[in-house]
């Protein structure tokens, strides 16, 4: 409502200084919370910028690494760049490839399976890319993901960091929705190779109680954003933009105009405080589990079962343990009509 009611445009520095500096300011408290390496933050070269959501996050930084690619092998080969994710990465990619113009067959969703917790598996990776390079394709962009939306996976990033490496690709991080429970430190672990990334985008408004839209993205070289997404009109050119000193977000986006979105994630950092920030985590995961242990409880459910699964989610700020409970019964009350059902058709 605030940001709302104070209608800033803030595409550049020069038309809200407030708007730009705190936003850089906000993500880099926020870079800090869950330990990113300094070369994303803006004491680096890189930097934080928010975007709408976690699919323009992912696209912004595919037409950063497309460029890059590019210019080091001709424009005339874009029909040769290779983008890697697996059957579990978020259909957001699929969709930024096709607004960049990468070939259809050049989108690669890489096979997963239970054994490995539904995460890309390396080797996999490793066998595309040599396939690609033999058909002389390009490989240049990989999307690793930090809870997936179907299986809430998490891909090796360690392992996938050093693959990406050796082939000179961008490695993008999305850790859309487990990212947040990474702001504890008994669950930063899960982002530990983020330090070999690109980029790394996690929603600020899925679980860390700030409202839509929120969507952090860090670049560990800003310049690669600014290159790829840069205009700069007559109506727009002015000396603070002119002199390097300043940040224009209106060049790490793909559009020009952009709300006053540091303001709520500004508040909810300055309201809760890490430490309340954490209890929050840690409650829901608390009643995660309680869920785990109701379902383990009954001999009618099995937990991870390969055949037909049930996702139950815990994410209102207001939900309590009673809740779960009283959702488990209606779930068993349900299962025991099905399987009655089940036998009788028999």
Not at 319 to 331: D, G, N, P, Y
Request: with cysteine; hydrophobic share 45%; net charge neutral.
């Amino acid at each position: 409502m605030l940001s709302g009611g104070f209608n800033v445009i803030g595409f550049s520095w020069i038309t809200s200084p407030a708007a730009t500096e705190l936003e850089a300011i906000v993500l880099d408290w926020l870079g800090k919370i869950i330990n990113l390496p300094e070369a994303f933050l803006l004491s680096g070269k890189g930097g934080g910028v928010i975007q709408g959501t976690a699919s323009e996050a992912i696209l912004v930084a595919l037409l950063a690494a497309r460029d890059k690619a590019l210019k080091a092998m001709g424009m005339g080969s874009l029909e040769r760049l290779v983008v890697y994710g697996s059957d579990q990465t978020h259909s957001s990619l699929e969709k930024a490839c096709m607004i960049a113009g990468i070939q259809k067959t050049n989108f690669k969703a890489l096979p997963t399976n239970s054994s490995m917790n539904y995460a890309l598996s390396p080797e996999v990776l490793k066998k595309a890319i040599s396939d690609d390079l033999s058909a002389g394709l390009r490989p240049f962009f990989l999307c690793a993901t930090v809870g997936t939306t179907s299986s809430t996976a998490v891909d090796p990033l360690m392992e996938l960091g050093k693959i990406s490496q050796d082939h000179g690709m961008w490695l993008h991080v999305d850790a859309a929705y487990a990212g947040s429970a990474c702001i504890c430190p008994e669950y930063r672990h899960y982002l530990d190779g983020v330090e070999l990334a690109d980029s790394f985008n996690m929603n600020a408004h899925k679980w860390l109680l700030t409202n839509f839209d929120c969507s952090a993205l860090w670049v560990k070289d800003s310049s690669a954003l600014v290159e790829a997404l840069s205009t700069n009109p007559e109506f727009l050119r002015n000396k603070a933009s002119e002199s390097n000193t300043v940040v224009d977000y209106k060049d790490w986006q793909v559009p020009l105009g952009r709300r006053f979105r540091s303001l709520k994630l500004w508040m909810v950092l300055r309201l809760y405080g890490v430490t309340n920030l954490r209890t929050y985590i840690r409650n829901h995961i608390d009643l995660a589990k309680h869920f785990e242990e109701l379902v383990r409880g009954d001999a009618k459910f099995e937990v991870l079962s390969n055949t037909f699964t049930l996702r139950f989610v815990v994410g209102a700020p207001l939900t309590e343990q009673r809740h779960v409970s009283a959702a488990w019964k209606i779930l068993q009350d349900h299962a025991v009509i099905l399987l009655k059902s089940y036998e009788i058709s028999k």
